[in-house]
Nanobody, 121 residues
Framework: QVQLVESGGGLVQPGGSLRLSCAAS????????MGWYRQAPGRQRELVAD???????NYADSVKGRFTISRDNAKNTVYLQMNSLKPEDTAVYYC???????????????WGRGTLVTVSS
């Protein structure tokens, strides 16, 4: 069994910063891509940023220059540093990871339960 557990959400004022973490644990052979998605009330879930196992990153246009995704492969953990937060960043943030449970695959997508980020004065 594989689990992804997010942490680091909370309430922050506009212009502030937060750092999200997501750790994968359980029956894992290797972790390929990891990423962060978010879903605001009444909206579809959208990609925020993702990162491959060798460090290639991809960002949504709305967060470029403000958010930074990184990972620690030894800990199977992905981070999202969020700076200059805006009210429109308010959402539940979900972690996703593409995980090999054995060396023969195929890999499967796993999701965390989400962590709420609220940007408000």
């Amino acid at each position: 069994q594989v689990q992804l557990v997010e942490s680091g959400g909370g309430l922050v004022q506009p212009g502030g910063s937060l750092r999200l973490s997501c750790a994968a644990s359980g029956n894992i052979f290797s972790v390929y891509a990891m990423g962060w998605y978010r879903q605001a009330p009444g909206r579809q879930r959208e990609l925020v940023a993702d990162i491959s196992s060798d460090g290639n990153t991809n960002y949504a246009d709305s967060v470029k220059g403000r958010f930074t995704i990184s990972r620690d492969n030894a800990k199977n953990t992905v981070y999202l540093q969020m700076n200059s937060l805006k009210p429109e960043d308010t959402a539940v943030y979900y972690c996703k990871a593409l995980i090999y449970k054995t060396d023969v695959g195929p890999p499967e997508d796993y999701w965390g339960r989400g962590t709420l980020v609220t940007v408000s004065s």
